[in-house]
């Protein structure tokens, strides 16, 4: 099992360019994270999906769009990159969250992150 | 809104000496926490996690946290680290449906 993987793991944008980041996941998880990470602000979550053709937002959704069109992969969108959204960009995976404990340990299982510099 | 409070973003000890990472978090009805680590340039890993029962819970290298209701808190404990605990933690609550809210972070630095 390769987990959870993220595709690029480095990028230069220039502001006003776009480009979609790639998280794959290979533990039939039905739902799916993307986060930000900066210094000393911790992760905040951008957007999520808690299943295949759904996606909610997070803390931080100005500016990124998401697409959950399988349920392996969750797509993570700037269309028009900013200085602001230079970061680190987390995707994460769990199982669903049916109230029941011994089914689901709510876990969330992250990749190894894509490194953004907008300039 | 619901957060998570990690009371130093630094915490500097010498090798094999104990340490305590502070979490607090706000009160809630159900309360599911957990404790992650994200070692240089990677992911973050599941050290620990409180679902229910026991207070106490250990976790993977020899970690624990103790969670207490009363003073809304889940402090991560070692009591001897290495080097190779160096790194960053983050506390974090299962909040809504299915999403986490974590803390900032704190740097634990392990010297010789």
């Known amino acids: 099992n390769a987990g959870v993987t993220q595709t690029p793991k480095f990028r230069v944008l220039k502001t006003g360019q776009s480009m979609t980041l790639l998280c794959a996941q290979d533990?039939?998880?039905?739902?799916m994270y993307w986060y930000r990470q900066d210094p000393g602000m911790g992760l905040r979550l951008i957007h999520y999906?808690?299943?295949?053709?759904?996606?909610a937002k997070g803390e931080v959704p100005d500016g990124y769009n998401v697409s959950r069109l399988k349920k392996q992969n969750f797509l993570l969108g700037l269309e028009s990159a900013a200085p602001s959204q230079t970061s680190v960009y987390f995707c994460?995976?769990?199982?669903?969250?049916?109230?029941?404990?011994?089914?689901?340990?709510?876990?969330?299982?992250f990749g190894p992150g894509t490194r953004l510099t907008v300039t | 809104a619901q957060s998570v409070t990690q009371l130093d973003s630094q915490v500097p000890v010498f090798e094999e000496a104990p340490v305590e990472l502070r979490c607090n978090y706000s009160?809630?009805?159900?309360?599911?926490l957990f404790w992650y680590v994200q070692y240089p340039n990677q992911g973050l890993q599941l050290l620990l996690k409180?679902?229910?029962?026991?207070?106490l819970v250990k976790g993977i290298n020899g970690f624990e946290a103790e969670f207490n209701k009363s003073q809304t808190s889940f402090h991560l404990r070692k009591p001897s680290v290495h080097i190779s605990d160096t790194a960053e933690y983050f506390c974090?609550?299962?909040?809504?449906?299915?999403?986490?809210?974590f803390g900032k972070g704190t740097m634990l630095l392990v010297s010789p």
């Open positions: 994460a995976s769990s199982y669903v969250d049916d109230g029941l404990a011994a089914a689901s340990s709510y876990e969330q299982y």
């Open positions: 533990m039939n998880h039905e739902y």
């Open positions: 999906s808690v299943g295949e053709g759904t996606t």
């Open positions: 009160s809630s009805v159900s309360v599911y």
């Open positions: 409180y679902l229910s029962g026991s207070t």
């Open positions: 974090a609550h299962k909040v809504g449906y299915s999403t986490l809210t």
